[in-house]
């Protein structure tokens, strides 16, 4: 799905225009990317969490020559799923294996 295809849901599933919908996107990507710059997490309850997390500088390897590099120390973003998120991953994961038995 692009982000096109999710403005057009969300506008459909709110009864707004698309171009309201796409204010509301923006609006909430903006303060999701400002409350992980600050250093807060964002949770969704049922949905997931926004969080970032701190990597240390380390020595990593180049695959190709095997030499040895430096890896600087950075800050990543994180989600979390939630409740709602993890149980349709455990029903779309079982529904296969159901499939391929009656096979």
């Known amino acids: 799905m692009k982000k096109a295809d999710l403005v057009a849901k969300m506008a459909e599933g709110a009864g707004i225009t698309k171009t309201q919908a796409e204010k509301a996107l ?26 970032t997390v701190a990597r240390k500088a380390r020595i990593g390897r180049n695959p190709q020559t095997g030499k040895e590099i430096k890896i600087a120390a950075k800050t990543s973003t994180k989600f979390t799923p939630g409740k709602n998120l993890k149980d349709l991953k455990a029903k779309a994961a079982k529904a296969p294996a159901k499939a391929a038995k009656k096979k």
């Not at 600050?38 to 969490?49: E, I, N, P, Q, R």
């Open 26 to 51: 923006n609006a909430f990507m903006a303060a999701t990317e400002a409350a992980l710059k600050a250093g807060d997490k964002l949770t969704l309850v049922g949905f997931g969490t926004f969080s």
